[in-house]
C-alpha cells in the first residue's frame, strides 16, 4: 500500500553537492519521522539524519555541517542536500518513513539510490 521512491542519486566529484528526495505515496493517514540510512560497499547500513514530523533533525557526526535533511508534510516528502561531499560518502543511499496508517505505524523503505564520490 506504500511506497517510497528514491531521486537524486548519481556520480559527483568531491566537493560537489547532490540533493536527494523521497516521497511517500499510497494508502496512509500521516507519515511520522523520516530519515535517511547508507550502505558502503560491504558494510552496515548505517543512519545519516533522521527528522521528526515537527522538524527537529539529528546527523551522524560524519556528515555534520555538510548535510542537511528537511521534509516537506504536505508532499510526504524529505529530502537530503549533501554539500562537500567526500568520497567516503560514496554508499547507497535508503530512505526511511514511519507511516501512520490510522493507528497501525509501518517502517518502510526506499528501493535505495547510489551516491558515488570520484574525482
Known amino acids: 500500500q506504500v511506497q517510497l521512491v528514491e531521486t537524486g542519486g548519481g556520480l559527483v566529484q568531491p566537493g560537489g553537492s547532490l540533493r536527494l528526495s523521497c516521497a511517500a505515496s499510497?494508502?496512509?493517514?500521516?507519515?511520522?519521522?523520516m530519515g535517511w540510512y547508507r550502505q558502503p560497499p560491504g558494510k552496515e547500513r548505517d543512519l545519516v539524519a533522521e527528522?521528526?514530523?515537527?522538524?527537529?533533525?539529528n546527523y551522524a557526526d560524519s556528515v555534520k555541517g555538510r548535510f542537511t535533511i528537511s521534509r516537506d508534510n504536505a508532499k510526504n516528502t524529505v529530502y537530503l542536500q549533501m554539500d562537500s561531499l567526500k568520497p567516503e560518502d560514496t554508499a547507497v543511499y535508503y530512505c526511511?518513513?514511519?507511516?501512520?496508517?490510522?493507528?497501525?505505524?509501518?517502517?518502510?523503505w526506499g528501493q535505495g539510490t547510489q551516491v558515488t564520490v570520484s574525482s
Open positions: 526511511n518513513a514511519n507511516v501512520d496508517q490510522w493507528g497501525l505505524i509501518n517502517r518502510r
Open positions: 499510497g494508502n496512509f493517514f500521516s507519515v511520522n519521522a
Open positions: 527528522i521528526t514530523k515537527g522538524g527537529s533533525a
